[in-house]
């Protein structure tokens, strides 16, 4: 009976330890949204470099894409060390993201700045709600998370104003363009965070 009571106890130490090296679910869809987001943030301006890298915006775009990639490998990490399976629609992250931002930059350099700028309040956005979410009910916890997103975030609000300077507000139909972009880029959100 007392062996039985400490391979049973053993036993279930060891479950737990199983268990809490994968985040709850909550922490779980949190990582594979932003994972998925950077993804599509890396995709959007690939596209837009392959069709504006030789323009005068060129090297703005190369440097904000640069900053996207170690976005995404922090959250590659993320993932990694909390066990986060990535979301199944990366196939469709990588055509649609990559088609976002070629298909603004063939509008032209204006209309590639406020795809940025759509995309970018969007996410910066979203990294607020989590911060704020993740300050309410883990006020001690996951303080690595934390410190990124809030890296990210203030990345994502340089990139939004990078795009203004750049005559954003001048593309063709600008409020409509970022509207529609808004709402794609809300729809993946809300897709990635369950799929
Ligand atoms: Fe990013
Ligand atoms: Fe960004």
Same mark, same amino acid.
């Given at each position: 009976m007392l062996r039985w009571r400490i391979s049973h106890r053993a036993l279930s130490v060891s479950g737990m330890r199983a268990i809490s090296q994968r985040a709850p679910s909550n922490i779980d869809s949190l990582i594979r949204v932003d994972h998925a987001g950077e993804f599509g943030a890396d995709r959007i301006y690939a596209g837009q470099l392959a069709v504006?890298? $030789?323009? /005068?915006?060129g090297p703005v775009i190369k440097e904000m894409w640069e900053q996207e990639k170690v976005h995404l490998e922090l959250f590659e990490k993320l993932s990694r060390e909390h066990r986060v399976r990535p979301t199944a629609l990366m196939p469709l992250w990588n055509v649609a993201g990559f088609a976002l931002g070629a298909g603004t930059a063939l509008l032209g350099s204006e209309a590639a700045m406020a795809c940025t700028v759509a995309v970018e309040e969007v996410i910066g956005d979203h990294y607020n709600k989590q911060l704020r979410h993740l300050m309410e009910n883990? +006020? #001690? #916890?996951y303080q690595e998370l934390k410190e990124i997103i809030k890296r990210c975030r203030d990345d994502e609000l340089h990139h939004l104003e990078t795009g203004l300077e750049h005559? /954003? #507000? $001048? /593309? +063709?139909a600008y409020e409509s363009l970022t509207q529609a972009i808004k709402v794609g880029c809300r729809a993946a959100i809300w897709v990635s965070e369950r799929v």
């Open positions: 504006l890298g $030789k323009t /005068a915006v883990n +006020p #001690e #916890e005559d /954003a #507000e $001048k /593309a +063709p």
